[in-house]
Structures are given as C-alpha cells and as structure tokens.
C-alpha cells in the first residue's frame, strides 16, 4: 500500500468527522443567577489541595457552602460522566473542573455558561491559557492551571556515564544501553486508551514540526509529520526503547514506575516532580533525578499545552454562586498556594519566576521555557478517534520484528463506540492483515 494511500486514508477520516461535528454553540442563558449551596465537581485530587480550596470558600461563605464531587482519575471516564450530566440538563452539576481541550465542545453544545470577561483579570493571565477557554468569540472558562509536558531523567545514571540529558529523540535513544546497563525501562509516556495517548501522539507530530488540525480545528494538517512522529512511537515499542507494559500507562502509572526507579526517562506533566522529590521509602529517585524541555526530531520538541480549566453549568440554579467561587478560585493567591503545594504550571506568568515558588521548585524555569512552543491540543474529538487505532499497532509492532515500515499497511480497527479508526498496524504477515481488513465493515482496500 503506497504512502499517498495512507496519507489519503488519513486526511480523508479526519475531514469526515471535521464535518459531522461542524455547528454553533447555543446561548448559556442570560447571564448568572441563583445563590446557595453548590457543588464542585472534577477529577481525582492526589495533592490535597482541592480541599483545601473548598474549606477556604465555605469558611468565608457559611450560606454557600461548596461540596466536592470527585470525578475518577482517566480524563476519558471524567468526560462521560461529565456529558451523561449535562445531556440530561441536571442541575446537579455547578462548577465544571475540565480538561482545556474539553471547554469548545461543551460550549458548543450548549452546556457552558458564558463568562462576563470583564469579571476576570485575564489580561494579567497567561494569553495561551486564557485562550483555551474561549470559543466563538466568547469566555466559556477560565485557567485554574495550565500545564505542558516535561522530559524526566535519571540525572544520577547520566551523570555517572558523562552524559547531558538529551535534547532530540535520536539523542535519547542512544542512551537507552545505559537503562540497558542498570536493567531499567528506556523511555515511556503515556500510551493508554484515553486522553493522554492523544497528547503523547500530539507532542510527537508537533516534534516533527506538524500539527493535526490547525485553524480552530476545522482544517487537517496530518502528512508526513504524523507518519515520523507514529513511526518514532511504534519503533520505540518494537525495539524495546519503551517497554511493553507502557501501552497501559496513564499519568499516575508512569509517574510510579518512574518514581519506584523502573524507568530512565518519562514524559509526563509538572505534578510529578514534588512527588518524586518526596522523601518516603517508596521512593527510589529522590535527590536522583533532573527535567529538561522535551525532546524533538532535530532540537527542542513541543507540549501539548495542558491544564484545568473552571467553567459553570448552563443547567445550575446556583450560577450566581458558582460564578463567584470560580473567581475566589482562580486568583493569583490562590495560584501560589496551589503550586506551592502542587508544582503545576501556573496560569499566572509572575509565578514562573517567584523566587519562593523556584527554590521549592526548581524545574518552574524549565517549565516556563517549554510553554513558550506548547500548543493545545485539537478542539475536536477527531484526533482521539484517530489515534485509538494505535492501540492496535503497538503490540502487533512489538510482537513482529520483522514488520514492514509503518506506512505501507493499513488496518479498519473499530475500538471506537462509534467511528471506525484508520490507522498504520503493520504485522509481518501481510496475510494476517488482509484477513482481519476482511472482517471489518464495510470494506478494507
């Protein structure tokens, strides 16, 4: 199968769900209204701090208390419970903790409150984050935190070797014999069958100076930077680079196989290193390891830029309430104390350089410099969909040695609840291919 064919195949399933989401956001309502008890609801809180937060609020405002709705920790379950509420108009829901790239969707299908921008400080904000929560000219949501990728190393193994931690993906790589060396996993991010395997795809695509949708998401942009940035992926589960139980990593997986020392290099985001500086037995690389911008095919590579953003219900009766926690919530004071406690990204550009804030963390400065190229991640679900099929072709890839290279097979995989997934998953037998192509629907060419 020629690589025009893939490329085709590609583009033409992006274009196809492009258009069946097209449409307009409906109005939230006229304005906020309503005061009293809300509820606060987003995904699992390690840190701590989301309490913290709520204690504060209900202690200052004893008639409009907050409750806390924890949500479970995969950001793809926090969807579906999040879409099953507000498809039905419950008004159970208040103050909407989601994923930035979650924010356009949930406008446009009429689930968001739009925000009065003049009640929030967001030219004192970072302008990228601010910016995933507008939609159609209008604020849906405003940066409780921001985030972009980081690249974890075992700064002890390289420091013995003489080695500088990598700056491109060749340059990791040829470090894998030291991992070898101290019977370790190579490199791992997050490859598991939700959210995070669309930004890990993202980041690689954008390393190879692509994108996979530009122009608000109404454009596909997939070409040759996808096939480098899939092939470096499928390669790395091929040829051991990423060990194999990786391909059920989420954050949390990673972050303990990383901290408990069974891994040389991580992707992952900002939280991890308060973790892994913890001082507890569990822990095998405190005061071990260091983090660096992440890696690229020829210099520096690119985040998928990442965070929480704080939105309200168009179906809460309380959205005068929840209106007023989302700003006690995302102020600069606020942001500092999170960060001190959790060491993510803050939405707040002073923090990157508070003196306080970098001797507790000290990886804020590198942070501050891989937001500089992170770009978020497609407002669509269309890129979710199309890389599931990803799924499928790292097994296949790590159990053939002998595969063909990535961009002459391609398989119909339907993992998806409801679209098909054209995607690259080479087997050494072209027979075994052609056979599972036959049993999908409707046709395989």
């Known amino acids: 199968m020629s690589r025009m064919r ?20 409906e109005e939230a309502g006229g304005g906020a209204q309503g ?13 701590g701090w989301t309490k913290k937060l709520l204690t504060d609020w209900n202690t200052a405002h004893p008639d409009q208390k907050a409750s806390l709705i924890e949500l479970p920790e995969a950001a793809d379950a926090q969807r579906s419970q999040f879409v099953t509420n507000l498809q039905a108009k419950s008004d159970r829901y208040d103050v909407l903790g989601i994923d930035v790239v979650w924010t356009a969707e949930f406008a446009k299908s009429g689930w968001l409150l739009a925000l009065d921008e003049g009640q929030f400080p967001v030219n004192e904000m970072l302008k990228p984050a601010v910016d995933t929560g507008r939609f159609e000219g209008k604020l849906w949501a405003i940066p409780y935190d921001t985030n972009g990728g980081l690249l974890f190393y075992r700064k002890d193994i390289l420091d013995k070797a003489g080695k500088e931690p990598p700056k491109t993906f060749d340059e990791m790589t040829a470090l894998c014999s030291l991992a070898q060396q101290n019977n370790i996993g190579c490199y791992s991010g997050q490859f598991a069958k ?9 980041e690689a695509v954008q390393a190879a100076g692509g994108e996979i949708m530009t122009d608000n998401g109404t454009k596909v942009a997939l070409g040759a930077p996808a096939i480098q940035g899939l092939t470096f992926l499928a390669n790395g589960f091929k040829d051991g680079e990423i060990p194999k139980p990786a391909i059920t990593y989420m954050e949390q997986q990673s972050q303990r196989a990383f901290v408990a020392g069974e891994l040389m290099f991580l992707r992952n985001w900002p939280y991890v290193y308060p973790l892994a500086a913890k001082d ?3 822990n095998k690389v405190k005061g071990k390891f260091g983090v660096v911008p992440l890696p690229g095919f020829t210099g520096a590579g690119s985040s998928s830029l990442g965070g929480l953003n704080f939105a309200v219900s168009a179906f809460s009766t309380k959205q005068a309430t929840a209106v007023e926690f989302t700003k006690f919530a995302t102020t600069q004071e606020n942001a500092k104390e999170m960060v001190g406690l959790t060491g993510n990204a803050p939405a707040w550009p002073s923090l990157y350089d508070d003196p306080e804030l970098v001797k507790k963390f000290p990886h804020l400065p590198v942070l501050k410099e891989g937001m500089q190229t992170a770009k978020p991640r497609p407002v669509t679900r269309a890129s979710l969909a199309l890389f599931e099929g990803l799924i499928g072709a790292t097994p296949l ?18 993992e998806h609840p409801v679209l098909p997934v054209i995607l690259e998953a080479c087997t050494s037998d072209r027979h075994e291919l052609r056979s599972r192509c036959a049993g999908a629907r409707p046709s395989c060419g």
């Open 6 to 25: 893939v490329h085709l195949g590609l583009i033409s399933l992006v274009a196809a769900l492009v258009l069946a989401a097209c449409g307009g956001p």
């Open 280 to 282: 507890e037995p569990a």
């Open 397 to 414: 890839l790590a159990a053939h040695e002998e595969a063909p290279h990535i961009e002459d097979c391609v398989i119909l995989t339907w």
């Open 35 to 47: 005061t009293g008890p809300i509820t606060f609801v987003t995904g699992k809180d390690t840190s």
């Open 194 to 202: 939700y959210e995070g395997l669309t930004v890990n795809f993202a």
